[in-house]
């Protein structure tokens, strides 16, 4: 029994080896069509591998292995390919399986994706694969709709078939009308594409290239044929049963699309291509009237293809419908189409004849003739459109009138049963009729019977012991068969579930070495990702490190760059810094020790690298500016100790950076640590002592401030002087200039003087307010910063208010210049609004000496503007009185003078950039030798 079995298991295995192999030739057949069918070679898709694509679709019914292969072409990289998919995928929806609408509508984003790609390329090919693409689509939304139509759109008995899937409903039939139409545009659209991208002047159609694009051109008038014969049923069908202003916008598309059918079968039929492939039709040349009742069979001639090359030169002539139309003179006729259309355009639509030209005019009577047949063709009209109402409620009667006959004819045969059983009862009560009569014949025979009853009674009880006795052996025999049967189905059981073991083992082996397999791969792949995710964190690592070297060696340069020269920094600030770079070097240390341990910590030993180099790249920029204001045996050390603090921090990042130097870190920390702990300790020896505060802080303010005071009344009486000389001496232009300048300087002079009274009198209030019961030399030793700025802000306004007065001296002598009375004029300024602020900055917010400060100085502004004024006034003024006068100059002169202003200019320019040096060489002096004596250095930040 089990070696039967197994013969079976084995036959079954090679019947089904066999199925596999037959599919896999099947697939690969497949393939090779597929792939010769849709090539990149720029000619028309051949016939026999579309052909073997299409037989494989009624091998598989279905699409199904079509598009597993199609889906894998360079659709999207190649337009000749996709053109050519487009082409066959056409054919095999129109020839194929039935199935192949159903399996192809699940890709219809697919051919829309493809088709949306191409119509943003520039390719020649680009626009009309967006158009087929759109075909595609149009028509599988058609089939999906119209299910009862086939893929080659031909019906056997099309004005049939469309009544029954429209369901004889009117509005079914308005709607599969515009979806109709909807498809012809499709169509259209496409055709019009190919067409416009060649020149048909040309016989391009035979050549390759030529007939790459126009062979989709067949199944298109394939299409096209059947679906205009479709429009023009539908169309009658409408127009019997609709109003025709209702159609109004059926009939304009209806129309639109005539006209351009018509010339697209007159294009194609005359490319030889399709002369020996096709015959094209020709539509008629008017379109059918639908105002005029169709009586007869609509004809229509489909489009044939020719069975060989030669023949089909010949097109035929696709016929208007037949109508039953009496033979009426032409007049009568155009008049007729006339009346029945709205506008001359509508009239040249529908007419079928067109009027001889230069009628001869129409009397009464042929009006009046004109109007009755126009009557008889309205009544023609309604007439037969109430035939149709009529036929359609004749033919719903009929229907019900069949049913009725089909419930009635049930009806019948159920009373004809009931029928039956009534005379089925009738013979069972006449047998029981029959047994009641002899039962009571043997109640007269008693005897007889009761002796009956005593046999009766013994054979009963033998009876009843031979029924036991069978009984007994039916039993014992019932249960030998029932335990044969379980025994000969456990066994059948066992051999079974032996079966399913051995199968059961095989795979679980089976299964175990696929999974050992699959461990070790993914243990193998494991290490590659984790070898290469160390060296990522590496290259990761090392960018970090080269980006923080490449951070100090700018700030290195930028050191060493003349123009960071003017930058400052106290001591103290830099002081500050160093706790929080000795932290950061101590925790770079930590976090490389840390990464050595775990290389999975990659992100803390990062930050850690960044965070030291941007803070120590800070303070050796901070430690240079200070060594800017520091003394020059102090100055040197400090920058040295920058320089090399930078330079070592360079050293410490390339060892962090090889593998190969990690060793010498721990060396390069200290190295590091060493060089910043040097230039701590020179910051430190840069702090003010304590014993450097003089103790006569508070007389020396006193002193200068009255210093100043005597300085500015000795100004203003020089400056009366001066102007009662000038008006003695000068006259004219220069003594008006004179007096202006002078009496501008008297003014600066007063507000100055008024400036420093209000200073002195804010100065008392604070020291006053902020001493309290301690004598005030205790406050001016206190805020000693303060007291020095008030001493260095009162000198120097005395210095600019000296530098004024001589600089007006000079130039009422006619020795000086107008612009050294501005400067001067713009260094008080500068002097009196730093005297300004080192008064007011101790002050109370709502002080009334403050006010009064204020007022004074915007008076001090106003007169400094006066001041700079006058003297350009005056410059100007002067200007005028020594214009030159170039009138009697000749060529030669004024070629000479040119020249020589053109070399003045070149010495002054010249002139210029050099003071310019010297003067920002002169401003970094004075502020450095200001800043060491007067200890500004202590609250500037670079």
């Given at each position: 029994m089990s070696s039967g079995i197994t013969s079976k298991l084995s036959s079954v295995r090679r019947g089904g080896d066999g199925l596999e192999a037959e599919r896999q030739n099947f697939i690969k057949h497949q393939s090779t069509s597929i792939n010769k069918a849709i090539n990149t070679v720029e000619s028309p898709v051949k016939e026999k591998h579309v052909r073997n694509i299409i037989i494989g679709t009624f091998q598989e019914k279905g699409a199904s292995t079509f598009w597993n292969l199609a889906t894998r072409l360079p659709v999207q990289g190649s337009p000749i390919v996709a053109w050519k998919f487009c082409h066959t995928l056409h054919k095999v929806l129109r020839e194929g399986h039935e199935r192949v609408l159903t399996d192809s509508q699940k890709h219809t984003a697919h051919i829309s994706d493809l088709g949306n790609m191409w119509n943003h390329m520039q390719e020649a090919y680009s626009k009309l694969i967006a158009s087929y693409c759109q075909l595609l689509v149009t028509k599988l939304e058609f089939h999906k709709k119209n299910p009862q139509i086939p893929g080659n759109m031909v019906l056997a008995d099309p004005e049939n078939a469309l009544e029954k899937m429209c369901e004889n409903d009117i509005n079914n039939f308005f709607q599969m009308t515009v979806e109709i139409f909807d498809y012809l545009d499709a169509l259209i659209h496409l055709e019009e594409s190919i067409f416009r991208s060649f020149d048909l002047s040309k016989n391009i159609s035979m050549t390759n290239s030529g007939q790459c694009r126009v062979a989709p051109l067949m199944p298109v008038i394939l299409d096209s044929g059947q679906l205009y014969d479709f429009s023009v049923r539908l169309m009658y069908k409408l127009h019997a049963c609709l109003p025709a202003d209702t159609l109004e916008g059926h009939r304009d598309r209806f129309m639109k699309q005539f006209k351009t059918l018509k010339e697209f079968f007159h294009r194609s039929g005359n490319l030889m291509y399709f002369r020996r492939l096709i015959q094209v039709p020709n539509l008629p040349q008017e379109p059918p009237n639908f105002f005029i009742a169709q009586s007869g069979s609509y004809i229509s001639h489909a489009v044939v293809l020719n069975s060989d090359t030669d023949g089909g030169r010949e097109s035929p002539t696709w016929s208007e419908p037949i109508m039953d139309e009496p033979r009426e003179e032409p007049f009568s006729n155009s008049s007729l189409l006339v009346d029945l259309t709205s506008s001359p355009h509508t009239n040249g639509a529908f007419?079928?004849?067109?009027?001889?030209?230069?009628?001869?005019?129409?009397?009464?009577?042929?009006?009046?003739?004109?109007?009755?047949?126009?009557?008889?063709?309205?009544?023609?009209?309604?007439?037969?459109?109430?035939?149709?109402?009529?036929?359609?409620?004749?033919?719903?009667?009929?229907?019900?009138?069949?049913?009725?006959?089909?419930?009635?004819?049930?009806?019948?045969?159920?009373?004809?049963?009931?029928?039956?059983?009534?005379?089925?009862?009738?013979?069972?009560?006449?047998?029981?009729?029959?047994?009641?009569?002899?039962?009571?014949?043997?109640?007269?025979?008693?005897?007889?019977?009761?002796?009956?009853?005593?046999?009766?009674?013994?054979?009963?009880?033998?009876?009843?012991?031979?029924?036991?006795?069978?009984?007994?052996?039916?039993?014992?025999?019932?249960?030998?068969?029932?335990?044969?049967?379980?025994?000969?189905?456990?066994?059948?059981?066992?051999?079974k579930v032996t079966e399913e073991q051995q199968k059961a083992r095989h795979d679980a082996e089976k299964f175990v070495q696929e999974l050992q397999r699959s461990v070790d791969e993914k243990k193998s792949a494991e290490e590659q990702m984790k070898k290469k995710l160390e060296e990522e964190q590496r290259k990761l690592l090392v960018s970090a490190i080269e980006e923080a070297e490449e951070s100090l060696k700018q700030i290195i340069q930028q050191m060493e760059d003349p123009q960071f020269a003017t930058s400052t920094c106290t001591a103290e600030y830099l002081l500050t810094r160093s706790d929080g770079i000795n932290n950061s070097l101590q925790k770079l240390s930590q976090c490389f020790n840390g990464y050595k341990q775990n290389p999975a910590d990659l992100s803390n030993y990062m930050k850690s690298i960044c965070s030291f180099?941007?803070?120590?790249?800070?303070?050796?920029?901070?430690?240079?500016?200070?060594?800017?204001?520091?003394?020059?045996?102090?100055?040197?050390?400090?920058?040295?100790?920058?320089?090399?603090?930078?330079?070592?921090?360079?050293?410490?990042?390339?060892?962090?950076?090889?593998?190969?130097?990690?060793?010498?870190?721990?060396?390069?920390?200290?190295?590091?640590?060493?060089?910043?702990?040097?230039?701590?300790?020179?910051?430190?020896?840069?702090?003010p002592q304590q014993a450097d505060i003089k103790e006569d802080l508070g007389d020396?303010?006193?002193?200068?401030?009255?210093?100043?005071?005597?300085?500015?009344?000795?100004?203003?009486?020089?400056?009366?002087?001066?102007?009662?000389?000038?008006?003695?001496?000068?006259?004219?232009?220069?003594?008006?200039?004179?007096?202006?300048i002078l009496d501008s300087c008297t003014d600066l002079m007063k507000n100055i003087r008024v400036l420093i009274e209000k200073s002195k009198s804010l100065q008392r209030e604070i020291v006053a307010e902020g001493s309290g019961t301690a004598p005030p030399t205790e406050f001016y030793k206190r805020n000693h910063r303060w007291t020095e700025g008030l001493i260095s802000a009162a000198k120097l306004v005395g210095v600019g208010a000296n530098h004024l007065v001589d600089g007006a001296d000079k130039l009422i002598r006619g020795e000086g210049k107008f612009e050294e009375l501005v400067v001067c004029s713009h260094e008080i300024a500068a002097c009196t609004a730093q005297l300004t602020v080192a008064s007011k900055v101790k002050a109370s917010k709502d002080s009334t000496n403050l006010k009064g400060l204020k007022d004074a100085s915007r008076g001090v502004s106003t007169a400094t503007a006066g001041v700079v004024a006058s003297a350009k006034a005056g410059a100007e003024m002067i200007d005028e009185g020594e214009a030159m006068d170039f009138t009697n100059l000749s060529l030669t002169q004024t070629k000479r003078l040119e020249m020589d202003s053109q070399v003045l200019v070149l010495e002054l320019e010249s002139k210029l950039e050099k003071e310019r040096v010297k003067l920002a060489e002169l401003r970094k002096k004075h502020y450095s030798l200001a800043g060491a004596s007067e200890g500004w250095e202590d609250e500037d930040r670079w």
């Amino acid at each position: 029994m089990s070696s039967g079995i197994t013969s079976k298991l084995s036959s079954v295995r090679r019947g089904g080896d066999g199925l596999e192999a037959e599919r896999q030739n099947f697939i690969k057949h497949q393939s090779t069509s597929i792939n010769k069918a849709i090539n990149t070679v720029e000619s028309p898709v051949k016939e026999k591998h579309v052909r073997n694509i299409i037989i494989g679709t009624f091998q598989e019914k279905g699409a199904s292995t079509f598009w597993n292969l199609a889906t894998r072409l360079p659709v999207q990289g190649s337009p000749i390919v996709a053109w050519k998919f487009c082409h066959t995928l056409h054919k095999v929806l129109r020839e194929g399986h039935e199935r192949v609408l159903t399996d192809s509508q699940k890709h219809t984003a697919h051919i829309s994706d493809l088709g949306n790609m191409w119509n943003h390329m520039q390719e020649a090919y680009s626009k009309l694969i967006a158009s087929y693409c759109q075909l595609l689509v149009t028509k599988l939304e058609f089939h999906k709709k119209n299910p009862q139509i086939p893929g080659n759109m031909v019906l056997a008995d099309p004005e049939n078939a469309l009544e029954k899937m429209c369901e004889n409903d009117i509005n079914n039939f308005f709607q599969m009308t515009v979806e109709i139409f909807d498809y012809l545009d499709a169509l259209i659209h496409l055709e019009e594409s190919i067409f416009r991208s060649f020149d048909l002047s040309k016989n391009i159609s035979m050549t390759n290239s030529g007939q790459c694009r126009v062979a989709p051109l067949m199944p298109v008038i394939l299409d096209s044929g059947q679906l205009y014969d479709f429009s023009v049923r539908l169309m009658y069908k409408l127009h019997a049963c609709l109003p025709a202003d209702t159609l109004e916008g059926h009939r304009d598309r209806f129309m639109k699309q005539f006209k351009t059918l018509k010339e697209f079968f007159h294009r194609s039929g005359n490319l030889m291509y399709f002369r020996r492939l096709i015959q094209v039709p020709n539509l008629p040349q008017e379109p059918p009237n639908f105002f005029i009742a169709q009586s007869g069979s609509y004809i229509s001639h489909a489009v044939v293809l020719n069975s060989d090359t030669d023949g089909g030169r010949e097109s035929p002539t696709w016929s208007e419908p037949i109508m039953d139309e009496p033979r009426e003179e032409p007049f009568s006729n155009s008049s007729l189409l006339v009346d029945l259309t709205s506008s001359p355009h509508t009239n040249g639509a529908f007419s079928a004849f067109t009027p001889p030209p230069q009628p001869p005019q129409p009397d009464d009577r042929d009006q009046l003739i004109d109007q009755l047949r126009l009557d008889v063709e309205q009544l023609k009209f309604e007439l037969e459109r109430t035939k149709k109402e009529d036929q359609r409620i004749i033919n719903d009667l009929k229907k019900r009138l069949i049913e009725m006959e089909t419930e009635l004819n049930e009806q019948r045969q159920l009373i004809e049963t009931t029928y039956q059983e009534n005379e089925d009862l009738k013979v069972q009560l006449d047998e029981v009729m029959r047994v009641s009569a002899a039962t009571a014949a043997m109640t007269a025979s008693s005897e007889q019977v009761d002796e009956a009853e005593k046999k009766a009674r013994v054979n009963e009880e033998k009876f009843k012991k031979m029924k036991e006795v069978y009984a007994k052996l039916r039993e014992e025999h019932v249960a030998l068969i029932r335990t044969n049967a379980d025994v000969s189905k456990q066994l059948s059981t066992v051999s079974k579930v032996t079966e399913e073991q051995q199968k059961a083992r095989h795979d679980a082996e089976k299964f175990v070495q696929e999974l050992q397999r699959s461990v070790d791969e993914k243990k193998s792949a494991e290490e590659q990702m984790k070898k290469k995710l160390e060296e990522e964190q590496r290259k990761l690592l090392v960018s970090a490190i080269e980006e923080a070297e490449e951070s100090l060696k700018q700030i290195i340069q930028q050191m060493e760059d003349p123009q960071f020269a003017t930058s400052t920094c106290t001591a103290e600030y830099l002081l500050t810094r160093s706790d929080g770079i000795n932290n950061s070097l101590q925790k770079l240390s930590q976090c490389f020790n840390g990464y050595k341990q775990n290389p999975a910590d990659l992100s803390n030993y990062m930050k850690s690298i960044c965070s030291f180099s941007h803070q120590l790249g800070d303070y050796i920029l901070q430690g240079k500016a200070t060594s800017n204001m520091a003394p020059i045996h102090l100055s040197d050390g400090l920058s040295s100790a920058c320089k090399s603090s930078g330079e070592k921090t360079l050293a410490l990042l390339g060892s962090l950076k090889n593998k190969s130097q990690t060793a010498s870190v721990p060396g390069n920390v200290q190295v590091v640590e060493s060089t910043l702990k040097d230039i701590e300790k020179i910051a430190k020896e840069l702090l003010p002592q304590q014993a450097d505060i003089k103790e006569d802080l508070g007389d020396m303010v006193e002193q200068e401030m009255q210093s100043t005071v005597e300085t500015i009344d000795k100004a203003a009486i020089r400056i009366q002087e001066m102007l009662k000389q000038s008006r003695e001496a000068d006259s004219g232009v220069k003594l008006e200039v004179n007096e202006k300048i002078l009496d501008s300087c008297t003014d600066l002079m007063k507000n100055i003087r008024v400036l420093i009274e209000k200073s002195k009198s804010l100065q008392r209030e604070i020291v006053a307010e902020g001493s309290g019961t301690a004598p005030p030399t205790e406050f001016y030793k206190r805020n000693h910063r303060w007291t020095e700025g008030l001493i260095s802000a009162a000198k120097l306004v005395g210095v600019g208010a000296n530098h004024l007065v001589d600089g007006a001296d000079k130039l009422i002598r006619g020795e000086g210049k107008f612009e050294e009375l501005v400067v001067c004029s713009h260094e008080i300024a500068a002097c009196t609004a730093q005297l300004t602020v080192a008064s007011k900055v101790k002050a109370s917010k709502d002080s009334t000496n403050l006010k009064g400060l204020k007022d004074a100085s915007r008076g001090v502004s106003t007169a400094t503007a006066g001041v700079v004024a006058s003297a350009k006034a005056g410059a100007e003024m002067i200007d005028e009185g020594e214009a030159m006068d170039f009138t009697n100059l000749s060529l030669t002169q004024t070629k000479r003078l040119e020249m020589d202003s053109q070399v003045l200019v070149l010495e002054l320019e010249s002139k210029l950039e050099k003071e310019r040096v010297k003067l920002a060489e002169l401003r970094k002096k004075h502020y450095s030798l200001a800043g060491a004596s007067e200890g500004w250095e202590d609250e500037d930040r670079w």
